[in-house]
C-alpha cells in the first residue's frame, strides 16, 4: 500500500507540473488557464488526501502493535 500511494502522490505531482506550464500568465483566469488551475487544485487536494490516508495507516499499525 505505500508503494501504491507513493506512485499516485508522485503522478498528481507530475500533474500539477502539466498544469503549470498551461497557465497563461497574460490572462491567468481566462480559456485554458482557468482549467489549469482547477487541475492544480484537485491534484493538490488528491495529495493532502493521499498524505492524511498515509499518515492513518501508520497510526493504525502503531495501535495494532500495542494490543
Known amino acids: 500500500m505505500k508503494i501504491f500511494t507513493g506512485v499516485l502522490v508522485v503522478i498528481a505531482l507530475a500533474l500539477i507540473i502539466f498544469n503549470i506550464t498551461l497557465i ?30 498515509r499518515l492513518s495507516k501508520k497510526i493504525e499499525n502503531k495501535l495494532n502493535n500495542k494490543i
Not at 24 to 50: E, H, M, R, W, Y
Open 24 to 53: 497563461d500568465f497574460k490572462n491567468p483566469l481566462q480559456g485554458d488557464s482557468a482549467v489549469a488551475f482547477i487541475g492544480i487544485a484537485a491534484s493538490l487536494c488528491a495529495v493532502l488526501i493521499l498524505i492524511i490516508f
